[in-house]
Nanobody, 126 residues
Framework: QVQLVESGGGLVQAGGSLRLSCVAS????????MGWFRQAPGKEREFVAA????????YYADSVKGRFTISRDNAKNTVYLQLNSLKPEDTAVYYC???????????????????WGQGTQVTVSS
């Protein structure tokens, strides 16, 4: 069992930055790919970014490419999402997710993850 706890959300003006963190419990974190998803009011949950178990590969949705950066620190059981140049359309609840196993590529882009956090709200004002 893996528990994920996100933090770092908040209210920020357009053009601002936030850093989200997701701390995972359990010793299997280093063998899990990690992803960030988001869900805006009235919309379906969508993929934002993912990182392989080793951190050697990262993947981004086109809408955030060049603005967001995903990273991980396996020694701290933590995955991060740096959000820069935020736009009002980035407003959503952001979820951290873990996919157990050595997955890469397109396998990380869908929401077929094993564990999910409770989410953290990001609100970007114009």
């Amino acid at each position: 069992q893996v528990q994920l706890v996100e933090s770092g959300g908040g209210l920020v003006q357009a053009g601002g930055s936030l850093r989200l963190s997701c701390v995972a419990s359990g010793r299997t974190f280093s063998s899990a790919a990690m992803g960030w998803f988001r869900q805006a009011p009235g919309k379906e949950r969508e993929f934002v970014a993912a990182i392989t178990w080793s951190g050697s590969r990262t993947y981004y949705a086109d809408s955030v490419k060049g603005r967001f950066t995903i990273s991980r620190d396996n020694a701290k059981n933590t995955v991060y999402l740096q959000l820069n140049s935020l736009k009002p359309e980035d407003t959503a609840v952001y979820y951290c997710a873990a996919k157990m196993g050595y997955y890469t590529g397109s396998q990380l882009l869908s929401d077929q993850y094993n564990y999910w956090g409770q989410g953290t709200q990001v609100t970007v004002s114009s």
